[in-house]
């Protein structure tokens, strides 16, 4: 049980470290996304 305890939180520090980074990734590549989305639009259909 002691062995568990103590190799849990070493699986859990990378993973949730991992998560935080590919979610700080996929929002700012959305948000790159979302820009050239609307720079096409605007060379598409000039306003």
Same mark, same amino acid.
């Given at each position: 049980?002691?062995? #568990? *305890?103590? $190799? !849990?939180?070493? @699986? @859990?520090?990378? $993973? %949730?470290?991992?998560? @935080?980074? %590919?979610?700080? $990734? +996929? +929002?700012? !590549? %959305?948000? !790159?996304?979302?820009?050239?989305? $609307? *720079? &096409? &639009?605007?060379? @598409?259909?000039? #306003?």
């Amino acid at each position: 049980l002691k062995k #568990t *305890s103590n $190799f !849990l939180p070493r @699986i @859990i520090l990378p $993973f %949730s470290f991992l998560a @935080i980074v %590919s979610l700080a $990734f +996929h +929002h700012d !590549l %959305s948000l !790159l996304l979302k820009g050239v989305t $609307f *720079s &096409m &639009m605007d060379t @598409i259909s000039p #306003t």
